[in-house]
């Protein structure tokens, strides 16, 4: 699927050079506004969804009507979306998805303060899901599964918003022994950054790839030598996504408490020292 990385000013109905549109409070809604603005923001999605793409597949293979369309998350998101870089004005209010909350988060109530981040997490997940669903519905139609579930390996098929924000983690422990390695990888939609000991992104990346020895009463079961080993595990960027998530976590400790102290970050953010191979990867 190809993306369209950079903002399509003539999808934009938005008055030129206007400031983005504010999202008013409905009670307790600062989470779902953050959220919101984040995802509207996001150039690839935002072509996206002003070009309709994934509505206009949800009515073609899923029903169709308006009362259909109208509980499918991803469509609500998208219409939200479009309005926001659509209209005139300088606020507007998110009732749609604000009374379709459940639809995104089963447990979320309204009027409550909610975590961000999770919020976040639900809705990418509501958005994946659907498309995985239109996808498979397809496939059957076809009379044969999807390509990507044959050419991955029986795994969910792509969808936008993996090409958008999936990546990819390789978890390697090396035995010091045998430098027998084990490989793990893992798909990822964000990563999740201790603040404790830092004070600029940078540092918490670092922090989050350095090197753990594992030995003493932690030693390694290695395969090759059949015993306890010291070994060396780390994390690596196996796949970059085309839009890096960071979730910055501010509570640490047994009470949660809130780590307050601003940090720093740079305009362009350079991975390749993160990464398991040596080729360069910004993100500005």
Request: some cysteine.
């Amino acid at each position: 699927m190809a993306l369209q990385m950079s903002w399509q000013p003539s999808l934009q109905r938005r008055k030129s050079g206007a400031p983005p549109l504010g999202l008013r409070n409905l009670g307790n809604t600062c989470y779902l506004n953050s959220v919101l603005q984040c995802l509207t923001y996001t150039p690839p999605l935002a072509n996206f969804c002003l070009r309709a793409q994934h509505s206009r597949l949800c009515k073609k293979l899923d029903g169709g009507g308006e009362d259909k369309k109208r509980e499918c998350p991803f469509c609500i998101l998208e219409k939200r979306i479009a309005r926001s870089l659509s209209i005139d004005g300088p606020h507007d209010a998110p009732s749609k998805i604000e009374s379709c909350l459940r639809l995104f988060a089963e447990h979320f109530q309204w009027g409550r303060q909610e975590d961000a981040h999770e919020f976040l997490r639900y809705v990418i997940d509501a958005c994946h899901n659907t498309c995985v669903k239109l996808l498979k519905v397809a496939a059957t139609g076809n009379g044969g599964t999807s390509p990507d579930e044959d050419e991955r390996g029986g795994r969910e098929p792509s969808t936008v918003v993996r090409e958008i924000f999936g990546g990819a983690l390789l978890s390697q422990v090396k035995c010091l022994s045998c430098s027998t390695e084990s490989n793990k990888t893992d798909e990822i939609m964000d990563i999740s950054l201790d603040l404790y000991q830092s004070n600029s992104l940078r540092d918490a990346l670092r922090c989050f790839f350095q090197p753990e020895i594992l030995d003493g009463s932690n030693k390694y079961s290695c395969s090759s030598c059949k015993k306890l080993s010291e070994a060396r595990k780390q994390m690596y960027i196996l796949q970059a996504p085309n839009v890096l998530v960071i979730q910055l976590k501010r509570f640490e400790g047994m009470y949660g408490s809130k780590i307050n102290k601003d940090v720093s970050f740079e305009e362009v953010l350079v991975l390749s020292n993160f990464m398991c191979k040596a080729s360069q990867v910004c993100f500005a």
